[in-house]
């Protein structure tokens, strides 16, 4: 089975997190963290500021790494690097993706998302940066 290497953006901001829609593809209409293929000879930090700037037209800073996916999908094994980011310049701007939404922890359950990014998913609900009473009482 054919192995493909991605890096995803979990790009947060005002305690939400940044999701977009795929808009074209076997996976059309399935909510997903942005990003893309790895190329060779190429980081996955680097990567992933490229396929930003690419799809989503702006700058990202990358924070940490989250996780790695693993994901079998029926014709392709999907490695899937997940890294928190910021935006660091610019506004985002979906070039590529039929929709985004800025979601709140409480409202990500409640969307379709692509199978390797439901475990990245579970990760995300458990980041404290996304709970407004914790940053409250800090």
């Keep these: 089975m054919k192995t493909i290497h991605v890096a995803a953006a979990v790009i947060v ?8 829609r795929r808009g074209y593809g076997e996976f059309k209409g399935y909510w ?3 990003g893309g293929k790895i190329e060779k ?3 996955p930090e680097t990567a992933l500021r490229r396929e930003i700037k690419e799809e989503l037209d702006a700058d990202i800073k990358v924070d940490r790494l989250l996780g790695t996916v693993d994901y079998d999908y029926p014709h392709f094994h999907l490695t899937m690097e997940c890294y928190l980011c910021h935006v660091a310049r ?3 701007t979906i070039l590529e993706h039929s929709a985004f939404r800025w979601v709140k922890k409480e409202e990500l ?11 990245a998913v579970e990760w995300v609900k458990k980041l404290p940066i996304l709970s407004v009473d914790r940053e409250r009482r800090e």
């Design 41 to 43: 000879d190429e980081t």
């Design 109 to 119: 359950d409640n969307m379709d998302w692509l199978g390797a990014d439901r475990i």
């Design 90 to 92: 610019g506004t985002l």
């Design 13 to 20: 901001e005002n305690h939400k997190i940044f999701a977009a």
């Design 32 to 34: 997903e963290f942005p």
